[in-house]
């Protein structure tokens, strides 16, 4: 699995996570089918789960003219996951932070949801 792949699976187990409350490794097993996943793929999600109450403040800071609870899950799932990764994952440049979040953004979302995680994302790296 590459990492854009883990990335994807990792938006899917922590909705999962954030809508029923799913453990962490069972969400990652629902969304791979196997136990045993990838290590990148693990580290995101866990890391995610480990810091959610900081990484909701950090976005919450970041947020104008919009309530954080107001935020849809995909988009909220998204955000979270980048700014684990800008925050956790001292390896991987911010660029490559962002551009990953725009491209799940795509996948998982709207043009709405690209353009709305692509400006609170630039805010957060500023």
Request: charged share 30%.
């Amino acid at each position: 699995m590459n990492r854009r792949q883990a990335r994807e699976k990792a938006v899917q187990a922590l909705f999962q996570i954030t809508l029923s409350d799913t453990d962490p490794e069972e969400a990652i097993e629902n969304v791979t089918h196997q136990k045993g996943a990838d290590p990148f793929l693990m580290q995101l999600v866990q890391e995610t789960v480990s810091h959610l109450d900081d990484i909701d403040e950090v976005i919450k800071t970041h947020l104008v003219n919009w309530q954080f609870n107001r935020i849809g899950n995909i988009d909220k799932t998204i955000l979270r996951l980048a700014v684990c990764e800008l925050n956790y994952f001292e390896d991987i440049p911010s660029n490559v932070t962002l551009n990953e979040a725009i491209e799940l953004s795509k996948t998982f979302g709207d043009e709405k949801t690209r353009k709305f995680v692509n400006g609170v994302l630039a805010k957060i790296v500023k």
